[in-house]
């Protein structure tokens, strides 16, 4: 089967670290970056091996962030996001942002004005592609309480725009908990929950996918890898039909999984947890979402048949509107 030509979609790609490589290489000379040589354009923009823990990922995508400097440039990166996914087959993106991610060192742009050059990019995608995007609001864990009030306020008044409602960051010493109250805040406003939950390899991971769940209302789960270690766990996701958004490269790439060739997506998905297929950080992990699939092929044995089921749970899952979702796969 040609896996690129084949309907896809994708639930799990954050915006920040999916620029196209050419539009890095032309912008960060302009912003002091090195990006000249292959060499130093791997150095500075790309994870293409395992790093020692998620921290250390975390820290490396400083200066991708960096290039968001005008709202002209995050509403070009945006419309090049969605027509690269248009190239690799998917009919319906979620993508989710950090708008204090996105604003940090940008001190001539706001929540406000970064949204809007966003959702310009997105529509005019939409447009040209034929295919439905929806934006996620992120929470970092990693924020004082007060500034994760303010991006749910942000995310809720703006729920014409914004689908849903993230958590994300090193889950290791930021408690989820004291999020709950922003979360059941959004979701009451309308907006789906979904929260990286159970990604690191760390002792407590399959709990936490528990506590996002039971405390922050998630109805999907980023990664939530980690659960292939409780059984219980799994159990509560089946029962409850929850589903994973899996990103195999970033599992092993991030150390969430010691070895690529053994994920736990065709194992979970047998057992009959709600298994999506997705890439997670396309741009900086230099893959795309046809690679995941190859690679969940050819390492795992997925069927056209199990590639159909997983989108079947993606289409159903979805936080984009039934209409508008159904206009683009149809």
């Not at 990664?223 to 409850?240: F, P």
Request: proline content about 4%; charged content about 30%.
């Amino acid at each position: 089967m040609n896996l690129k030509k084949l309907p896809k979609i994708e639930l799990h790609r954050h915006l920040e670290l999916s620029v196209r490589h050419s539009t890095i290489k032309a912008l960060a000379p302009k912003i002091g970056l090195k990006a000249d040589t292959d060499e130093e354009f791997a150095k500075n923009f790309l994870i293409t091996e395992p790093m020692k823990d998620l921290g250390s990922v975390l820290n490396k995508f400083l200066d991708t962030q960096k290039l968001f400097y005008t709202e002209d440039i995050i509403e070009q990166i945006t419309y090049e996001i969605c027509e690269d996914a248009h190239n690799e087959g998917i009919k319906i993106l979620e993508l989710r942002y950090a708008p204090t991610f996105l604003v940090m060192g940008h001190d001539k742009i706001n929540f406000e004005q970064a949204h809007l050059a966003i959702v310009r990019g997105m529509k005019k995608a939409e447009k040209d592609f034929n295919m439905a995007v929806g934006l996620l609001c992120i929470i970092q864990r990693i924020s004082p309480l007060d500034v994760a009030e303010s991006v749910t306020d942000f995310a809720i008044d703006h729920k014409d725009t914004f689908i849903g409602l993230d958590l994300a960051d090193n889950e290791e010493g930021f408690d989820s908990k004291p999020f709950s109250s922003f979360f059941m805040r959004a979701k009451k406003a309308g907006l789906g929950i979904t929260v990286h939950a159970g990604e690191s390899d760390v002792p407590n991971a399959p709990r936490y996918i528990l506590e996002a769940i039971e405390h922050l209302g998630a109805t999907r789960i980023g990664h939530g890898v980690q659960c292939y270690r409780d059984e219980s766990v799994i159990k509560q996701l089946i029962d409850k039909k929850i589903p994973l958004e899996l990103c195999p490269t970033s599992n092993w790439l991030t150390g969430a999984i010691k070895d690529k060739d053994n994920h736990p997506f065709k194992t979970l998905m047998d057992k009959g947890v709600l298994t999506t297929i997705s890439s997670d950080d396309p741009g900086i992990f230099n893959i795309d979402l046809t690679h995941e699939y190859e690679l969940l092929q050819n390492k795992y044995g997925l069927t056209e048949k199990d590639f159909e089921h997983c989108n079947k749970i993606a289409f159903d899952h979805s936080f984009i509107s039934l209409d508008k979702k159904t206009a683009a796969w149809s």
